[in-house]
């Protein structure tokens, strides 16, 4: 963390996830003057602990009082305080349904960005609406669908500024809890990667979907009996996943103009898997999307050039 700016910020993001807490120092015309993280995440948080551990991250930078902007798990129900969610079709982003924290230290003021939700078929997202609008500010005009790699996968459709319909795939957290915590585990030591055997896994997985059941345990099996190394292993289990969450989402990206937003690595993987179906999906930072789109919540403020 960077105690001594040169610089008063003009407003301050903020991305509170479950597990993390991500601040930044903001200029008025977008540039970050500092940066600063930590493990308390709303899951570790109870309602009376988000002030003190977002003044134990971000109170040095507080004396010319500049608002915080926040997003993501923080405006959930077991949040700092709930931001209901806003329902589809809408934009991503609205200043004014924007809720304010309570707040003790007079030097605070904080505002938090609802989720949006989909009533059918049910679905909600939270912080990635954030990462939506920053993409829309980024690329002006885009009409097409946004992938949001990650613990939950999200596809997004957008025309004419809004959010017209979204899907989740639990398919991050699947792979964690497979690859951790199932059987599957004791062929999965190790980080290793195979690109041959993570793209035959994704065509297998788009060619016959119905079959991830019985494709999951021959991981197994071919550990035991084949030799399969646990590099193979790791790699064709993010295939199968990441394959059949494609072949889910087939609506979504066939014929489309897709952009990925999301991890470096994580991304490059949808990106791979989306080029052998003929889909050459652009790529941006999480990090730049969020900013930019809270940057649409705080008043005069232009995107770094």
Same mark, same amino acid.
């Given at each position: ?27 008025? &015309?977008?540039?970050? $003057?500092?940066?600063?993280?930590? &493990?308390?995440?709303?899951?570790? $948080? ?6 003190? +551990? ?39 982003? &609205? ?40 993409? $829309? ?5 885009? &009409? ?21 319909? !979204?899907?989740? !795939? ?27 055997? !993570? ?17 999951? !345990?021959? $991981? ?48 490059? +993987? ?10 050459? +999906? ?24």
């Amino acid at each position: 963390m960077n105690d001594s700016l040169q610089t008063a910020p003009a407003w301050i993001a903020v991305d509170w996830g479950t597990s993390n807490l991500r601040a930044w120092a903001m200029s008025a &015309d977008g540039r970050v $003057l500092a940066e600063a993280g930590s &493990d308390d995440g709303m899951g570790k $948080l109870s309602r009376e602990g988000f002030e003190p +551990a977002l003044l134990r991250l971000v109170g040095s930078w507080l004396d010319t009082r500049p608002p915080v902007f926040a997003c993501g798990m923080v405006g959930s129900r077991q949040g700092w305080c709930e931001a209901p969610y806003r329902t589809v079709p809408c934009p991503p982003l &609205d200043a004014d349904k924007q809720i304010t924290a309570p707040t003790t230290d007079p030097r605070l003021s904080v505002r938090i960005a609802p989720g949006l939700k989909q009533t059918q078929p049910a679905d909600v997202m939270r912080g990635e609406e954030t990462q939506i609008a920053g993409a $829309l500010r980024l690329l002006p005009g885009y &009409d097409g669908v946004f992938c949001l790699p990650g613990t939950h996968s999200k596809w997004v459709h957008v025309s004419a500024g809004e959010v017209v319909s !979204f899907q989740t !795939f639990m398919t991050g957290e699947m792979f964690a809890l497979l690859s951790e915590a199932s059987v599957l585990r004791h062929g999965m030591q190790g980080t290793g990667w195979e690109d041959a055997a !993570f793209d035959a896994a994704v065509s297998d997985a788009l060619s016959r979907p119905e079959k991830i059941g019985a494709r999951l !345990f021959a $991981l197994r099996a071919e550990g035991l009996i084949a030799g399969l190394s646990p590099a193979a292993a790791r790699s064709r289990l993010s295939g199968l996943l990441i394959g059949t969450e494609l072949a889910a989402a087939k609506p979504y990206w066939l014929g489309q103009r897709v952009t990925l937003i999301g991890a470096e690595k994580l991304s490059a +993987a949808y990106a791979r898997a989306l080029a052998a179906q003929g889909i050459d +999906a652009q790529r941006l930072s999480a990090t730049d999307c969020t900013l930019a789109g809270l940057a649409t919540l705080a008043p005069q403020t232009e995107i770094a050039r």
